[in-house]
């Protein structure tokens, strides 16, 4: 029976017997832990999206023929990818936190055109089989996790020259039903609120890394996995009675380690299987889908600014023309986000198996943008939300007998505004700022899918310089013979954004 | 007989009987004025571009039925709108400078919705008369100069209120065949190098203000035009003998200004007369479409990060880390200017009209950024220059039979380049960072279209707080009255963006 | 018996009966509390450094004539005030927090030289008074807090016009023997770790605000004072067993509210009541003085640079030139926000008390930069730190049976690390950038001393237009009328810095 | 007979029988070329400053006894090196450009210390020589050039590597009187301007580089000197009749190249004759002058804030809050580069030869802003000053009978405001921000003294990080063995800056 909504999507997370450690203990029931709780409902509010929004948050899929959850579609078009951004950025707007499902459906995608490829070259079946996984989840509507980033140990050395071959996620052992991993993959997003994961390489591989060239799926509570749960700032405060210092006490991320001890993956759903040489496609293409996902930033920035713009109102200062202008401030830079992702988005070309790839340089830029603007964006609310931000009494406090009196009488606001309304706005901005989903809104937004200088790394091989010099050598009217000795470029960026796609025409 | 190339349109220019000063005389010939002349130049290219790359640069219109330049185009599709993105960068590309044609395009754009809106209130026949000019201009393959920045006077009064009724520019006589007009408009992008002009109002109009209210088209040698030239930086340097000193000797930009003098227009070619509550729609149409226009200046950027891609080559510093990060720098900055241009031209609407007006937040967006990036790209091609770019001799240094060959033997830079290609690239840098391009990259990045605050007071106009704020307020479980009080938003951005067009569903 | 260490300083505060709230509750003995004690042992450090470096930390007072604790020394020079940087920079360097002495400094300072101009006019005895305090707190080497922010009420209104008059500290009763003070103060830096409190206004005052132009010394267990403890972010981890989850267990900040019920201040402890007109002299000494003294920060500075680099250092990639890079920029910022503020102390002039006062320009600016620069440095040290920083497990599961072992291996970094070095250094770095101590290097550093609009305003009050539109019109002959008609400057700022202290003389 | 004022010394230069050439011809007077004229103006003002101001821009030395100019003093305190910088911002105030002494006061400086090192170790007697010179120069009031930056030919070899021996300055000749040299210096500041020129090595030498270790002075006019006059942006505007579109016609820069042919230089004006291993310790000590020494753009920072607002007043739109805070913005960069000067200078400490050394590491952070943010301070007076900046006719516009006129009446400003004001104001930011002066005001502030990568390679070197690991692992009690092997700091930054100078007492 499919899921049908968020609160079906909660109650099939119930009962499995995942073995995730929390403050060094077993967690019971994760979907009654007030700390992991937060999570899901974040997940679970992308079950809700896609029935309120089935245009946006939903697509017709010509693989199962269904109507399914854009989390679990393939796209079919440029305007498919223009969607995942428009649908990232209102679930952004909607629970002010990572949702957690992103890099799924990237997975799906690069996995989608990277089978496809490998399929072609060396003859195997990894294309079609993951065709039929994908029918049975769209139809099941599951989530999906992608488990990528190895732990990785000593980074000077490859997978198979660690000292301990387990740095990296492997093959230890086959049999003729499939084979068996062992590994530990970090910071997995929503790992414990999927139903199944994705299992990929993290990097370039060569030769030797052959057993580490291992993509498949597995179940969640699939035998031998150990989740280890990861703290965030603020998390015990889900904890506390009440609901006001939380910030944001319905919605919040989730990252863990997974630890996978010879875990089972069998013959139908492994989609790689030693093709080493197709690990750096399929991780080029996974970060650029899923670059271009920090869309969703934005959603966060616009809860952001309208948390500063009503702070600003009930302190009474809303119509200072600096504030007025940091308010500007925010937008333009969020809406810059935007623009660098949708442009990627739209700049999308057709791959050999059908389904569209978004654009590469521009995902890059996207993403190096979410590495900062994020933080001026939050700089700018703290400056606008004040110091009592940070030297608000606790939420007992305000229902204490002595000191609730006291701190009604001395921290209201503006008339017409309440006092709790006033603290609740200024802890939603310490939830984003400094608290739990700053972990998302800041850090996560410097490291996910690649740290800056991985972004950096990207625009650099995009970036055509030959091209450019030559435009230059052209105007300045420099005739000499070195502009004959053109290095390799790495791109054909300018080839795509003109649209001019025969060769040696675009100069 | 339509214009069929760059060559023939500046055989066009010539013998026209303007009257054009510059530097205090009356010029004779502007087409074989050297400072005149790469102005010249630069729009042919635009020319010749549509004949290389009719898809990108040229249009099949339905208004004419022909195959026409896209700069007289009205956009039949938000691709339509890309494609203008796509032809303005490459043409930054060619010519390193400002080619001229923007504002026409836009301006015909413009027009041409509002023209359809004011005669469905007012009944009048204005549109179908600005198709007829559409046609001939096609026909012909003119170039359509945009006035519209009135000199203003004193900036605190409306145009009626002036002392000096002419610091804008109005009727001042009208007779049974049409309206004489007087004023001056300054900073006029390429209006010596137009067949015609399109006057146009500068601002927001009230009904005092109806003498203002008027839009029409007159040839640039209509009698009682005069034209003074505007002096750039470095400008003589064109009129000097040799090539390298003027950096970019083959293209340049033009701004003058024209002083109208009684210059009549005829009915057949008024498009707005008296309609003064449509000149805000004709404004804010017309810099929206021009301020995502300004993606030509990554055009430029692309020149110029070959510049110094190939000046660090020349000097031998390549390699170093230091460089490599400056050039990824520089061509992130340039790129997420264009990011924000094409998510413009692609978040498009249809007009009433029928053709596409592209998005206004993301327009203001991709502007604001032209206003402050392109410095920063040429502070670090300075950097990447190195001093000897403001401290090289003159050409005529280079050439004497004693400077010659002391500069020869004390200015070469590493193996394998010629002292001349290091010196003219060095020139093409300080042409766009201090020289006569700089005019163009830099500081008509920073005023065209409207100055930075223009901007920011648009942005502030599309951001919709109170939808933000209700984000907020949702996630920190503020539950007030005050959420009922919304006032107006000015915007439909999130509606728009959102693809949600049916009032009142978007929270 | 005067305090002579920091361990005695702690027992000086046990067995108060200070009416402390937190959590809704009466804190027995806040020197116990284990979210309160870190930050009595910052403000311990304080005595220690005195001790251990006594010409930086300490001074020779001509007051009481004592060696004395420099944080109770009135400046006697401008060394005096460059050596209060010293201090503060190295003391940040030593706690990695807020160790909450300046504000009293900064107060006395103020006080100092205010009570002198006062008596001047008032012929009142306010100097020798204070004079009085001072040499009894430097005999008994006390820690005196500064009490001025008042909650304020509605933003729009005076004190006196407030319809509750208490928003803003004022008399409510007066007898021979003193006065008796009712309202709340916020954000108390360290005022429960003190032995006295200054009350001051907290801003410029009117005639109709007579009674609220008070400032008078309380003991910190006056009858009548409740605090209400702050929240920071990540506070209860300090309650949390283990010590590498706080990531800086010893260390911390305090911030109160201070709520004054009828509280008596005696004749001989007062030292304004009433002379309204000297509000605003004090309010800008202090914060002149204040803004200045938040080159602290540069010390927290010093303490993030070293845990970004140890980090590179740990994860094997320190001779990366990308992290390299970072380390200078995050130097560079730092160091830039102590030149201006080594400059403000260095360029101070004498008032007429004979104490120092430093330069009013150059601390807005030198606190202008503290509300940007840490955000970035703090940006920069997470980009260094990687991901692993916000979804490292807790402690508990570090030291757990099952899971210990598991996160032993798979989140070991370079050889010759442990595992444990490297999770205390990431913790460090969260604390810093999101938890506990970010409270004081982030959003103190934003608002502390007031926030980034007071500086501009500031500023703007000091940049003398009119004295650089004159060196201007001079370079372009301008010779017209208008420079007649100078408006007048605030500020004397370029004849304190060109030290040409006689009139008209400047230009 | 001392030159005793501008006047005088104008006139001292003239008659020289210099080999300068501009635009591939000799200049027969260079006093009375109307191009060069302006700098030698310049150079003028620091003359009659000394007179109107003694005791900033003038002191008396110890060396004479006579009260000399300050750029001839070798400085014999903090303060000293402090009114260096308060001289250098006046005169940039005062010329609003260049004044080109700076490096021959720094060049003087460096030297005296230095030689006193080299007699020390070798024994030799530079020194005293040195100091016979610098008598004899402030005696005379003579300007002093510094001849440092060779063209360097390929940039990987050292001097003594290079194919052509005189791509570094080198002695060719030796002979009992003296030795002679041969190549040649770039970028050369105010050299034609000068009276003697002092010839020092450019960077750190080896062993088999010793003919390159060569120090001396010889006149500017000395046989064998050839001078090639280096291009500026707009330079020929000072030939143009009239003085308004020159901008600044009074003041400008140069910048000339220097080759010198078998030059002698006699035995007693030798202050380094092979002592290669000095040469890193020369060229240090004179960098970090050198770089402070920048601290004359904050003068020039001045003038164009005071454009700006001069501009923005007549333009009618001084009270605009976007304006208002956008000066506030240029004057807080400004003085944060101010402020960076000011404490390298007084943290200085004394040198074996009993002259002081500003500090290092903020002489660095000092500069490195001046890479920035003059280029952010001309971007926003761009912003500011309006379009009409780059579009304004020419002065012959202005004044011809048919176009004056129409500028005139379409031109005003706001009423009380000639147009010729408001243009003479557009041509000063002009000048600056594009012209003649943004060479020194932009370009110049990148490179002179260094590029900013060097300035990164200094704070590097400075920066101490294993002192702030140490602090780092102190707070987040990591106690692991690591810690005991520090790697050797280059610098005592912190020993300074604290003033504990007493060994391993620092942490």
Not at 164 to 170: I, L, Q, Y
Not at 370 to 399: C, H, N, W
Not at 437 to 446: I, K, Q
Request: hydrophobic share 35%; proline share 3%; with cysteine.
């Amino acid at each position: 029976m499919p899921i049908k909504n968020g609160a079906e999507y909660v109650e099939s997370l119930r009962g499995r017997k995942l073995k995730v450690y929390l403050f060094g203990q077993l967690v019971k029931e994760p979907v009654d832990h007030p700390m992991i709780r937060p999570s899901i409902n974040a997940v679970a509010a992308t079950y809700d999206l896609a029935n309120a929004e089935p245009e946006m948050a939903g697509a017709k899929s010509s693989i199962s023929g269904l109507q399914v959850n854009r989390f679990l579609h393939i796209a079919e078009s440029a305007e498919d990818l223009v969607n995942q951004n428009k649908m990232q950025r209102r679930l952004g707007q909607l629970t002010g936190t990572c949702f957690q499902r992103c890099v799924g459906m990237d997975a799906l995608n690069s996995l989608y055109s990277t089978t496809y490829e490998i399929d072609q070259k060396h003859n195997t079946k990894y294309h079609s089989r993951l065709k039929e996984f994908i029918k049975m989840i769209q139809r099941e509507n599951y989530v999906i996790g992608g488990a990528m980033t190895d732990v990785k140990g000593d980074r000077s050395l490859s997978p198979s020259q660690q000292p301990d071959p387990d740095m990296f996620v492997h093959i230890v052992k086959r049999d003729k039903k499939g084979v068996y991993i062992t590994g530990a993959k970090a910071h997995q997003t929503g790992c414990i609120n999927s139903h199944w994961i994705l299992v990929m390489p993290t990097m370039r591989l060569k030769g030797e890394d052959k057993d580490y060239a291992i993509v498949g799926a597995v179940p969640v509570d699939a035998p031998g996995i150990t989740y280890i749960y990861g703290r965030q700032s603020c998390d015990t405060r889900s904890m506390e009675e009440g609901d006001i210092d939380a910030g944001n006490s319905k919605f919040g991320g989730q990252e863990a380690m997974i630890i996978f001890d010879n875990v089972f993956i069998p013959n139908e759903l492994i989609f790689m299987d030693g093709e080493y040489d197709y690990a750096a496609m399929l991780v080029e293409r996974f970060t650029c889908y899923h670059r271009r996902s920090y869309v969703c930033k934005t959603g966060l920035g616009d809860v952001l600014i309208g948390a500063a713009a009503a702070i600003a109102d009930y302190n009474g200062v809303a119509s200072a023309s600096h504030i007025k202008d940091k308010l500007v401030e925010m937008t333009h830079l969020n809406e810059t986000i935007f623009g660098a992702g949708i442009a990627s988005s739209y700049m999308a070309h057709q791959t050999a198996s059908g389904n569209w790839q978004c654009d590469d340089m521009l995902a890059n830029v996207c993403k190096h943008n979410v590495t900062k603007f994020p933080y001026e964006i939050s700089r700018l609310a703290q400056d606008i939300a004040g110091g009592l931000m940070v030297t608000l009494p606790s939420e007992k406090d305000f229902r204490g007998p002595e000191t609730g009196p006291l701190l009604e009488k001395y921290l209201k606001g503006r008339k017409g505004v309440s006092t709790e309304s006033r603290v609740r706005m200024l802890r939603l901005i310490e939830n984003m700022t400094l608290g739990r989903n700053a972990v998302g809104y800041l850090t996560e937004s410097m490291h996910g899918a690649g740290s800056p200088q991985a972004q950096r790394i990207q625009i650099a091989r995009q970036m055509q310089l030959e091209y450019k010099k030559k435009l230059a050598k052209n105007l300045a009217s420099v005739k000499e013979g070195e502009t004959a000795e053109i290095s390799q470029e790495n791109s054909e960026y300018f080839n795509k954004i003109f649209g001019v796609r025969k060769k040696g025409k675009q100069q």
